[in-house]
């Protein structure tokens, strides 16, 4: 079983749609979790970090913290085309000191 | 405020030649993490480094590979009589002290490929 667990897609949604994107995790333990936005041959950058249980928006974002289930997601809404870029899900686990990532899951939005 | 500093930003190289990608963190940070991306994969955990001091090293090959983040100068990941397999783009990222892995920004990358 992997630390990190993506489907790597593609997830093709509309624009204007929302887009959801799904991630487990192994590590009952795990304290921290972050989605990061990675385009086509460049480095990652930071959307979302969440800790606690539940819902945090920024903006057209929401994370979904679930640690009974060690599940987060991400949900973007009025999807534009450029958000099409691939969206890494990356956990710290207990006592860690590291990101560990998942695969990533590739979007595109369609005009 | 310049971000993480890499470079080269490419790099190519024969088999058997040696890899060296430098790594100069954010002004006020002080701890160095370098990642892996293959081709269609997500990034993989090599080393994470303080001044003078690897703090962890467990997703370093255990041959050919070595780290370093000197009291002066850039942090480098050095690849010794590199093969095909070594092909790859490397991120390093830094943290301020105090937060750790919670804030990382990451460079630019450095692609290397190997002939």
């Known amino acids: 079983q992997k630390e990190v667990e993506q489907n790597s897609g593609p997830l093709s949604v509309p624009e204007g749609a929302i887009a959801s994107l799904n991630c487990t995790y192994s590590d009952r333990g795990s304290q921290s979790f972050f989605w990061y936005r990675q385009y086509s041959g460049k480095s990652p950058e930071l959307i979302m970090s969440i800790y606690s249980n539940g819902d945090k928006e920024d903006g057209r974002f929401t994370a979904q913290l679930n640690k009974a289930s060690q599940y987060v997601s991400l949900l973007i809404r009025d999807s534009q085309p450029s958000d099409s870029a691939t969206y890494l899900c990356?956990?710290?686990?207990?006592?860690?000191?590291?990101?560990?990532f998942g695969g990533g899951t590739r979007v595109l939005v369609k005009p | 405020n310049a971000g993480v500093m890499q470079n080269p930003r490419h790099l190519v190289r024969r088999r058997g030649q040696e890899a060296r990608l430098r790594c100069s963190p954010m002004?006020?940070?002080?701890?160095v993490y370098w990642y892996r991306q293959l081709p269609e994969e997500g990034l993989k955990f090599m080393v994470y480094l303080q001044k003078e001091n690897i703090i962890d090293e467990s997703g370093m090959p255990k041959e050919r590979f070595s780290a370093e983040f000197p009291k002066e100068g850039p942090s480098i990941l050095r690849i010794q009589q590199v093969v095909r397999g070594d092909s790859a783009a490397y991120f390093c990222a830094s943290s301020p002290t105090t937060s750790g892995a919670n804030v990382l920004t990451f460079g630019a990358g450095s692609r290397l490929t190997v002939l």
């Open positions: 002004k006020g940070h002080s701890h």
């Open positions: 990356a956990v710290i686990k207990a006592a860690g000191n590291k990101l560990t």
